[in-house]
């Protein structure tokens, strides 16, 4: 949950990435690392990985800015995306106040993307929250492997399997190459940030 440290003057939200296994969640955050400045990016971590599989979380905190004389700082987590993690999937969504769900286009993947976005919204009742009012943006990711052995999902397509009632932003993107990883970014701390303020000011 977002909270505020007015000693510091800051705000910090948490930020996580969901989505099937080997979508791209972790690659993600491995791309802003890389790009980010270093006073806008602390250390990234990552906890508990079998080769490039995540069993645990990632996180990276960023400061992404200042509004109204307070630091924005936002901490992003991925989850692991194996079916099997899903306790650890529901440790790593307590207090979230922003969802970027990574979608893999690969057209073998969709039953996949469907079941975990499933898996997203019934955790998220569990936890009391309701999808409809977290902030969320679908990312279809490797759309850098159009052309390739295996067909990809056609963004309508996607939109359709994913999207059609949530009717949140949708992005395409390639996070190995970082094409769309910093608009998803943009996005999703625009909402988290319009969110976390509304919180704070109801209470
Ligand atoms: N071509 C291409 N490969 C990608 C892209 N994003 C991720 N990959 C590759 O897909 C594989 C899985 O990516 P990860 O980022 O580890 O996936 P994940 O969603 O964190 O997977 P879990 O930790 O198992 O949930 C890696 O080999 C990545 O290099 C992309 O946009 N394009
Ligand atoms: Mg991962």
Known sequence: MAFIDLARKEINCKVVFY????????TNLIYLHKALKSNAKGKMVSIDTKGDRTLFFDFLPLAIGKIRG??????LYTVPGQVMYNATRKLVLKGVDGIVFVADSLSVQKEKNIESLENLIENIQEENMDIKNIPLVLQ??????????IPLLSIEEMDQDLNSTLKVPSLPASAL?????????????KLTIRYVSQKVVGQ
Do not use: A, E
């Open 19 to 26: 989505g099937p296994g080997r979508g791209g969640k972790t």
């Open 70 to 75: 307070l630091d924005i700082k936002i901490q």
């Open 140 to 149: 279809y990711n490797k759309r850098d492997m159009d052309g390739g052995k």
């Open 177 to 189: 190459k970082g094409t769309g990883v910093f608009d998803t970014l943009k996005t999703i701390s």
